[in-house]
């Protein structure tokens, strides 16, 4: 069953047979790393949500600018929604270089956006069919999940608000991803937790992505876990970006 763009449309309906034959269709789009991919089954599959999440320097970043790089070689335009205020162009075309990859029509399949409030950031996802420039993406990053939220919405006495506002959101990605067949990549930060690190957004966050990867630093390499399984993999970091 091949998936078309804006085939679904709010309030359409269709077979479980038909949402199977969907779901088995959504391509696969890889990291960079093959120990990463193994990890996810095999990429970031489209009509999902992924999660990356750990503390600062520990390749979060990294690892979307080298998926953004991945799905343009192979066609795929990616747009990139930066909520930190982080990104850097030259960072993609560095590690195009470093990989010995023409960077030629490649940067031209990134699509960056700016979003420096919470209602940016969710407008952007919901227009994303209707405007020119990102309807055709196949991939989506967003680079950090809960910034904007956390910032406008703080503390424990707007928990509520707070984790409403995210959910809000995480639906209208998810219906986004399965309709249209993109895959998102969310990076998210860690607040220190008394024995482990725990991801913003908790379970609000957790229950709705298809898979969790939480990264820790060690030295040059990083240790990338998938939260659902426990799996481990030892990913090795360079100019060249992770692998």
Not at 71 to 87: I, K, Q, V
Not at 90 to 118: H, P
Not at 181 to 191: E, H, P
């Amino acid at each position: 069953m091949k998936v078309e763009v804006g085939e679904k449309t709010a309030g359409s309906v269709e077979t479980a047979a038909g949402s199977l034959g969907r779901v088995a269709s959504f391509p696969f789009f890889g990291s960079g790393s093959e120990k990463l991919d193994s990890l996810l089954g095999g990429g970031y599959r489209a009509g999902t949500l992924t999660e990356i999440f750990g503390r600062s320097n520990t390749g979060k970043s990294q690892l979307a600018v080298q998926a953004a790089l991945e799905a343009g070689r192979l066609g795929h335009r990616t747009l990139y929604l930066d909520t930190e205020g982080s990104f850097r162009p030259e960072r993609l075309e560095q590690i195009a270089f470093a990989r010995g990859w023409d960077t030629k029509g490649l940067l031209e399949r990134v699509v960056y956006a700016r979003s420096s409030t919470a209602a940016e950031q969710m407008e952007a996802v919901r227009r994303m069919q209707d405007r020119e420039a990102t309807a055709p993406c196949r991939l989506v990053v967003v680079d950090t999940l809960t910034r904007n939220f956390s910032v406008e919405l703080p503390g424990a006495s707007n928990m509520a608000s707070r984790q409403g506002a995210i959910d809000v959101h995480l639906s209208e990605m998810a219906r986004d991803a399965y309709i249209n067949g993109r895959a998102y990549i969310l990076t998210n930060r860690v607040t220190f937790g008394p024995t482990h690190d725990v991801r913003i957004g908790g379970r609000t966050v957790e229950q709705m992505v298809n898979a969790s990867i939480i990264l820790e630093r060690e030295g040059q390499k990083v240790r990338a876990t998938r939260t659902d399984s426990g799996r481990s993999a030892q990913l090795e970091m360079s100019g060249a970006g992770v692998a």
